[in-house]
């Protein structure tokens, strides 16, 4: 899976995404996908100078299942040495509050959380850059999520079947803002076969195996339909 790691940093290269000496915060959910990307980081850390961190965020749904994530993704970043931060979220009440679904809950309060653990890092980097007299200032926190190239298909017929006009149907941007996708060249099988052959465990995320959202009737349902149908 050389292919797949060599990929993902031209992508990374081709957008700007990092820097040598940059710092990151990897989104880790314990799924296939976060797992993938906190192991390529991790595998560039020495290389690039990367200072890595990574955030999980507890929905406060899904019961034992979500402490099980929580605990694995604790683990899998102590067992690489990389510093782990749990943050607790009520998406539920969320969700009531601002009257949306609960999976639109998820999205916006795992942001506020990742933004929160940056802007956090970027004050310690200030305090540190105090000290120093040459007067530069610290470069801003680069925030990597795990979008890959399956979720940007998805994301194109969500908007499509909304009725958005052409800017919605761009897709996923691989990088905004101090956001980066370094997935985005990858699709979901090669991010599978990338942890087999690597031997990377991974937990699987029981509602994404429903269809009681319609990004999941997108995911489960058309897509493949789309893939055994069409492309061929």
């Known amino acids: 899976m050389e292919g797949l790691e060599h990929r993902v940093r031209e992508t990374m290269e081709q957008y700007h995404m990092l820097e040598p000496g940059d ?11 976060s797992v ?12 690039w100078d990367l200072q890595l961190r990574a955030v999980h ?3 406060g749904l899904r019961g034992e299942e979500a402490d099980r994530d929580a605990a694995f993704s604790r683990e899998l970043c102590r067992s690489l040495g990389v510093p782990f931060s749990l943050a607790f979220v009520n998406v539920k009440e969320e969700a009531g509050k ?33 000290a120093e007299p ?20 998805e994301t194109i017929l969500y908007q499509l079947f909304r009725g958005s006009g052409l800017k919605g149907l761009s897709g996923i941007p691989p990088a905004r803002g101090n956001i980066i996708r370094p997935l985005l060249c990858a699709e979901r099988r090669e991010i599978i076969a990338y942890l087999e052959e690597k031997g990377l465990p ?26 055994q149908e069409i492309n061929q």
């Open 57 to 59: 965020v507890h929905h």
């Open 134 to 153: 040459d007067g530069s200032q610290p470069e801003s926190v680069k925030i990597a999520v795990a979008h890959h190239g399956d979720d940007s298909a």
């Open 23 to 33: 710092r990151v915060i990897a989104a880790v959910s314990g799924g296939a996908d």
């Open 202 to 227: 991974f937990v699987t995320d029981s509602t994404n195996l429903e269809n009681d959202y319609a990004r999941n009737k997108i995911r489960n349902q058309i897509l493949p339909m789309a893939v």
């Open 36 to 47: 993938c990307l906190l192991a390529l980081l991790y595998g560039m850390k020495e290389e």
């Open 98 to 130: 601002r009257r949306i679904s609960e999976e639109e809950a998820g999205r916006i309060l795992r942001y506020q959380v990742f933004e929160r653990e940056a802007g956090r890092w970027e004050q310690e980097l200030r305090r540190e850059k105090t």
